[in-house]
């Protein structure tokens, strides 16, 4: 089993950056692919992010490609969010989820979630 914990997130100003972090527990780390949700109230989550066991391969959103950085660091089992040119838009919760075997990269379908930081644009 997997524990994650996400940090890193707050009230930051339309075109600034924030960097998220979710360090997971156990041993086991890098038997897990990574990803990045958020949701916003009256929505459904929404696929932010992934990265590979290894970090070796990515998936973004197209509302965040370009601006948004996922990325890991196996030996502190911690995988991160960099946020960059943020938008009001991406107010939300931000959740990290892991999973061994991801059948859908961008779907609900990960094993284990955080329980979510938040995230708040202004203009």
């Known amino acids: 089993q997997v524990q994650l914990v996400e940090s890193g997130g707050g009230l ?13 527990s156990g041993r086991t780390f890098s038997s897990y692919a990574m990803g990045w949700f958020r949701q916003t109230p009256g929505k459904e ?47 939300a919760v931000y959740y990290c989820a892991a999973d061994r075997r991801p059948s859908d990269w961008y779907g609900m379908g990960y094993d284990y979630w955080g329980q979510g930081t938040q995230v708040t644009v202004f203009s």
């Open 12 to 24: 930051v100003q339309a075109g600034g950056s924030l960097r998220l972090s979710c360090a997971a």
């Open 45 to 91: 989550r929404e696929f932010v992010a992934a990265i590979s066991w290894s970090g070796g391969s990515t998936y973004y959103a197209d509302s965040v490609k370009g601006r948004f950085t996922v990325s890991r660091d196996n030996a502190l089992n911690t995988v991160y969010l960099q946020m960059n040119s943020l938008k009001p838009e991406d107010t």
